[in-house]
């Protein structure tokens, strides 16, 4: 119930174009959904997060799109650029426990080809 | 403003052996996450501490340990390792003021088991 499934596993995408990530869960508790990017030798960073409340969060080319019945959330990056070239982290975490156990799902790695 | 440091950047044991990672949060922050990422297998929950105490802790073994000091840095200890112990390491730190409680990366620790 703690897991967070995210799909695909990698995904390559030419540039200009949409890359889509997609993420679900289990658990109701959950109740903040950030994304991280990570690239090579680096930690993870926090991209955007959303909370359940809203069904969709855009910042510049990045849009977290929310379906709170489906228990589902996805990434969308719009306008891909090979510098978005990374690895991609869906999270959620429960303000009941403080937002200090973060559940990650297991990554994409984006690839944005010119 | 620094960001979280971690050290050594890579290390190298032998199976059995123990392995001390260390830790340093941005200025301000009181709370320490350690992670453990493998391949493939996205982040997982070590250890959270807080004002130098053990909060929670995940699915790990208890040869996985650690300690807060005082000044806020934190140190993960492994013993007897073997060798799936084999993976990045990170270290996050997070400040209570935020009501999100967004977690900032170190860059990890590169630990090979042989």
């Known amino acids: 119930q703690q897991q967070v499934k995210q799909s695909p596993q990698s995904l390559i995408v030419q540039k200009g174009g949409i890359s889509i990530i997609n993420c679900a869960y289990e658990?109701?508790?959950?109740?903040?959904f950030p994304w991280y990017q990570q690239f090579p030798g680096k930690g993870p960073a926090l991209l955007i997060a959303i909370r359940p409340d809203v069904s969709e969060k855009k910042e510049g080319r990045f849009t977290i799109s929310f379906n709170k019945s489906a228990k589902q959330f996805s990434l969308h990056i719009m306008d891909s650029q090979p510098g978005d070239s990374a690895t991609y982290f869906c999270?959620?975490?429960?303000?009941?426990?403080?937002?200090?156990?973060?559940?990650f799902g297991t990554g994409t790695k984006l690839q944005v080809i010119p | 403003e620094a960001g979280v440091t971690q050290s050594p950047t890579h290390l190298i044991k032998t199976r059995g052996q123990q392995a001390t990672l260390r830790c340093s949060p941005i200025s301000g922050h009181t709370s320490v996450y350690w992670y453990q990422q493998a391949l493939g297998l996205g982040l997982q929950f070590l250890l959270w501490?807080?004002?130098?105490?053990?909060?929670n802790r995940g699915n790990f073994p208890p040869r996985f340990s650690g300690r807060q000091f005082p000044n806020y840095s934190s140190e993960l200890n492994v013993n007897a390792l073997e060798l799936e112990d084999s993976a990045l390491y990170l270290c996050?730190?997070?400040?209570?003021?935020?009501?999100?409680?967004?977690?900032?990366f170190g860059p990890g620790t590169r630990l090979t088991v042989l």
């Open positions: 999270a959620a975490t429960s303000s009941a426990g403080g937002y200090q156990k973060v559940t």
């Open positions: 501490y807080d004002e130098g105490e053990e909060r």
């Open positions: 658990n109701t508790a959950f109740d903040y």
């Open positions: 996050a730190s997070s400040s209570w003021t935020d009501d999100t409680n967004e977690q900032f």
